[in-house]
């Protein structure tokens, strides 16, 4: 049980990594592409913007948690 | 050769060149300070291990629908290539410390030193450390010359980029004896950032059943436009660094 957990928690680690958010960004960005392009928009825009959303907010967020550990050594 | 034998053969030569240096620097820590045998096994061992792991996966990926390998390889491309972005990223503005391999090699060794060594002829400890390096660092390049190969249909020339980027490396660092610590190891995390996210981004739209305007020309656009906005997101960050650390300065 404890090396399947193990297991398991490496996989996540390999996939997801540092932050999740960018790979449940990468998700709902293609799931919307997938339902725009299944009602017959031209959806591919979706993903460019979709994936300039997803890391630019992950680089703010990584930004943002170095700048208050700075401050909190200062 | 066509431009996406050139990009597969970019990427995972790439790809696979920035991680054999990182798994170079803790082979030669511990074979370095330990002796070679056991930590040589572990490389073999590993080796071996992602072997089986392309044995196995290999005839799995490719026998999957064209479509569903689509969408998936490209959302699995997609995550790869922003994890790598975003450390290149932080990395390139001042917000994460650069990947190091001298202060690596400095840790790793000492920690090789301070482990007591075993009786017997075998050493467990740089056999794990060899294996588990070797390991770690190669299953990306698997999972990136499997994913990318087979979309492209051509994980021969995948597997052939990745294994030349591995011997090149190898053959250097046995001839230097010490990390290649002047691999620019940054820069090549973001260019192959850039064109697993390129990729991926263009597979996954197709996988998800939409179509770019211009067909494969588009690829073309996206490799410019992230490479363009991955620059200025760094040079952003660097700057917003910069004033946030005279900031406090102050």
């Known amino acids: 049980m404890r090396q399947l957990r193990a297991l398991g928690a490496f996989a996540y680690d390999f996939v997801v990594g540092d932050d999740w958010r960018m790979a449940l960004g990468v998700v709902v960005t293609l799931a919307l592409v997938a339902l725009g392009a299944h009602h017959g928009f031209a959806a591919w825009w979706l993903a460019p913007l979709g994936v300039a959303v997803t890391l630019g907010t992950s680089l703010l967020r990584a930004a943002r948690a170095h700048s208050r550990a700075t401050d909190a050594a200062d | 050769m066509s431009n996406g034998a050139l990009a597969l053969l970019a990427a995972t030569f790439l790809a696979a060149g920035v991680e054999a240096v990182e798994a170079l620097t803790i082979v030669l820590a511990v074979g370095l300070t330990r002796g070679w045998r056991s930590a040589l096994i572990g490389v073999a061992a590993a080796f071996a291990v992602l072997v089986v792991v392309v044995a196995a996966l290999g ?178 960050l660097r700057r917003w660094a910069t004033s946030a650390t005279s900031a406090v300065a102050r």
Do not use: C
Request: glycine share 12%.
């Open chain 2, 59 to 236: 005839p799995a990926v490719t026998a999957i629908p064209l479509s569903v390998l689509r969408l998936v390889v490209g959302a699995l491309l997609l995550i790869f290539g922003l994890q790598w972005l975003r450390k290149a990223v932080l990395r390139g503005a001042g917000l994460k410390a650069l990947h190091d391999e001298t202060a690596i090699f400095a840790r790793e060794a000492a920690a090789a030193r301070e482990t007591p060594p075993l009786d017997g002829s075998f050493d467990g400890y740089a056999f794990t450390v060899a294996f588990k390096g070797v390991f770690l660092e190669g299953l990306e390049v698997v999972f990136i010359v499997l994913t990318f190969g087979a979309n492209q249909g051509n994980v021969r020339l995948a597997a052939l980029g990745a294994l030349a980027a591995v011997v090149i490396v190898v053959v250097v660092g046995v001839a230097a004896r010490a990390p290649l610590a002047r691999v620019p190891e940054n820069t090549l995390k973001l260019v192959v950032g850039v064109l697993l996210t390129s990729y991926g981004m263009f597979w996954g739209v197709e996988g998800a059943g939409a179509h770019w305007p211009g067909g494969d020309v588009a690829l073309l656009g996206l490799v410019a436009g992230t490479a363009v906005a991955v620059l200025a997101a760094t040079a952003v």
